[in-house]
């Protein structure tokens, strides 16, 4: 059973940076798709960025174009999010996430994905 473990948060000051890990385990990622999904307070859940299986595509949520980078290490068994030019706005607790390969996902709000992560806090504050 794929399980994910995310650590990386903090709280950092605006123009920061962050790289987010988000570790798997129970199987092997080479089947999956793989999402970074966060929840700010009093907000729904949001989509930022996922990577699919196996053609890579990646897609990101307008804000963080430019700004996050979502890379995949199979030999791992890991996904990160690396965080640069870090705003208020993006405080939330980040979450990944998994879609079989195969399987429809919308990684706008994470429908499709399953296996869900406890989340790693990040705090963007001056």
Do not use: H, M
């Amino acid at each position: 059973q794929l399980q994910f473990v995310e650590s990386g948060g903090g709280l950092v000051q605006p123009g920061g940076s962050l790289r987010l890990s988000c570790a798997a385990s129970g199987s092997t990622l080479d089947g999956y798709s793989v999402g970074w999904f966060r929840q700010a307070p009093g907000k729904e859940r949001e989509g930022v960025s996922c990577i699919s299986t196996p053609d890579s595509f990646i897609w990101y949520e307008d804000s963080v174009k430019g700004r996050f980078t979502i890379s995949r290490d199979n030999a791992k068994n890991t996904v990160f999010l690396q965080i640069r030019s870090l705003k208020p706005e993006d405080t939330a607790v980040y979450y990944c996430a998994a879609a079989r390969i195969g399987g429809g996902y919308v990684c706008y709000d994470g429908q499709g994905f399953g296996s869900w992560g406890q989340g790693t806090q990040v705090t963007v504050s001056s």
